[in-house]
């Protein structure tokens, strides 16, 4: 039989039985992997699903969110509130839809906002919500920061892990439907996309939103990790900066852009950390500015670049094979 | 009754009454055209018709509908569709993809994936672009990417078309084409609403003209009619005359 014919036809299936096989394999790397690269890959996966819910928002339809960390240290704070009240993966869902609730509040405000300005504000709400959770804590409960209990390594993995699927796959779909549409064409021409019947205000907010939402429950499941608490740990830059990165860094015209983004990224910095922790961040930076200067579409835009490079290389080298008995004659 | 009218429709910027107290209206079927000196507040009319910018005062009906008050998405999917002066094409999408959002979101009701494309390929079609479906827009000629333009609107399914200055910046050959199509749109049973500089285009195709100047209608006529009205030959054509002589 003709493997690279079937290899064509069935590459659907292919990629979907690849791609299950991945995550099985990846569930299962408890059993062997080790501590250690069980917290590496939760810390990944954790990245993979802020980078692809920023991507799919500020990605998309060009509004520049630097509010990641927002909604990620509301899940967190969410964790802190409701520990010891309910099951640990009702927390999960309950910080998903805390964070998509306060998005589509701040999305109804501020998605008028243009260009810098949106961003702008997005910054100044991840400053806002350490304080005001910082003067809340005071207020409240005279006590700054939480302890959280910590849970079991791998029960957090499988769960992030879980997150992360159902992350991606939401948004494979999300990409592919009218609302997908919808703001591509926003990011393309917002005024167009408005004439042209899209009600962009609803778009805009419900994916925002969405994106928000996922952003929230991965915040939940990181508590336990963090075991200590306070504003300024759940509410880092750090947070709102790496997973823009990451997006940038991986490309994000497709969706597995910034999923490999996060990987290779988390992966990189652990290495750079540990090697030279004092200066890891330049690293990262020539890192990046090599990136943006010569790959604009992340290293998944890679890709396509080298494929074409290569087919050129064959046809010249087909040529030259071509060429040369005639100049021998 | 007119399929479009406007009643004392008036913009004011600041201070400035870029449309101020006009009043028109377009019969189902015909192709109006309207022309004035740059500034005169031609575009600025198609946005308050489009609902890009909140009228100042008056109001305009479509088939007996108020549209005071509504949104852009609205005003499209209850069939009042337009085009852009600049071009405003979703640059990095393909041709096709780019009328496909007309197809999907213009109309009122919720439309299929396969109607919608077939919607948006006939659409191509009759622009004469299926060629380059799959090219990204902004690798398109300036004509082409009218054309575009032109055919997302047609995907909306709309009863007027606002086109604003379809044919500037298109070369003689270009200006014939692009009237062939306009009357071809018209022929689909589309009211037009066209402004346009190019003056043999305007007194080509419309059925009647409105002049606005400074705001104000201040002639409204046949194409003969408003070729050979005193005021207009003044302020406008008397322009071109006078920089043609």
């Avoid at chain 1, 990846?26 to 080790?34: F, N, Q, R, S």
């Avoid at chain 1, 692809?52 to 704070?77: D, H, K």
């Avoid at chain 2, 990095?92 to 993809?97: E, F, H, I, K, T």
Wanted: with cysteine; glycine share 10%.
């Amino acid at each position: 039989m003709d493997i690279t014919g079937f290899i064509s036809t069935h590459k659907k299936l292919l990629l979907v039985v690849f791609l299950v096989l991945l995550v099985v394999f990846l569930a299962t790397v408890p059993l062997y992997g080790g501590i250690y690269n069980v917290r590496v890959l939760t810390a990944a996966l954790t990245m993979v699903i802020l980078a692809v819910s920023w991507a799919m928002f500020s990605g998309t339809t060009g509004y520049m969110s630097l509010a990641p960390a927002a909604f990620f240290g509301l899940g967190i704070y969410t964790m802190c509130v409701l520990e010891k009240q309910l099951p640990f993966l009702v927390i999960v869902v309950i910080g998903g839809l805390v964070a998509f609730a306060f998005a589509l509040l701040v999305g109804l405000v501020t998605l008028r906002l243009k260009g810098i300005y949106f961003a702008i504000f997005t910054f100044g709400l991840v400053v806002f919500m350490s304080e005001l959770i910082n003067y809340l804590e005071v207020a409240i409960r005279q006590a700054h920061g939480w302890h959280i209990t910590p849970l079991d390594n791998t029960m957090l993995f499988h769960t992030m892990l879980g997150l992360a699927v159902v992350t991606v796959l939401a948004i494979y779909f999300i990409r592919r439907s009218r609302y997908g549409l919808a703001m591509m064409s926003i990011g393309g021409n917002e005024e167009a996309a408005e004439h042209m019947g899209i009600h962009t205000t609803r778009v805009k907010v419900f994916t925002f939103a969405i994106s928000s939402m996922f952003m929230g429950a991965a915040g939940v499941i990181t508590a336990p990790i963090l075991i200590y608490i306070n504003s300024n740990i759940a509410f880092s830059f750090y947070y709102s900066f790496m997973p823009i990165l990451m997006a940038v860094f991986g490309g994000m015209g497709q969706l597995y852009g910034p999923i490999v983004g996060a990987v290779v990224f988390t992966y990189l910095e652990r290495l750079v950390r540990n090697q030279f922790p004092n200066y890891f961040m330049i690293g990262f930076g020539i890192i990046l500015v090599v990136v943006i200067m010569f790959l604009p579409n992340g290293i998944t835009g890679l890709v396509p670049m080298l494929q074409g490079k290569l087919s050129g290389v064959i046809a010249r080298l087909r040529k030259g094979g071509e060429a040369e008995p005639h100049a021998n004659t | 009754m007119p399929i479009l009218e406007g009643q004392d429709v008036t913009k004011y910027f600041g201070g400035l009454a870029a449309v101020s107290h006009v009043d028109f209206y377009i019969d189902q079927g015909e192709i109006l055209g309207l022309i004035g000196p740059n500034g005169a507040g031609k575009t600025t009319l198609f946005n308050l018709i489009s609902a890009a910018f909140p009228i100042s005062s008056g109001e305009i009906r479509f088939k007996g509908h108020k549209l005071n008050g509504l949104k852009p998405h609205q005003i499209c999917k209850m069939g009042v569709s337009r085009t852009f002066q600049e071009t405003k094409v979703f640059a990095n999408m393909p041709v096709l993809q780019n009328v496909l959002v007309g197809a999907f979101f213009g109309t009122p009701t919720r439309i299929s994936g396969e109607d919608a494309a077939r919607e948006a390929t006939q659409a191509l079609e009759f622009v004469e672009l299926s060629a380059m479906s799959a090219t990204p827009v902004k690798d398109l000629t300036l004509v082409n990417q009218k054309r575009v333009e032109v055919a997302r609107a047609l995907a909306t399914k709309p009863e007027v078309l606002l086109l604003d200055e379809l044919m500037a910046g298109l070369n003689s050959a270009e200006i014939s084409e692009a009237m062939e199509l306009v009357n071809r749109i018209r022929d689909t049973g589309i009211t037009i609403f066209v402004v346009e500089h190019v003056m043999k285009a305007i007194m080509g195709i419309c059925g009647r003209i409105m002049v606005l100047h400074h705001g104000e209608k201040i002639a409204e006529g046949t194409p003969q009619e408003i070729a050979t009205n005193k005021q207009v030959i003044e302020i406008y054509l008397g322009e071109e005359a006078h920089a043609g002589s």
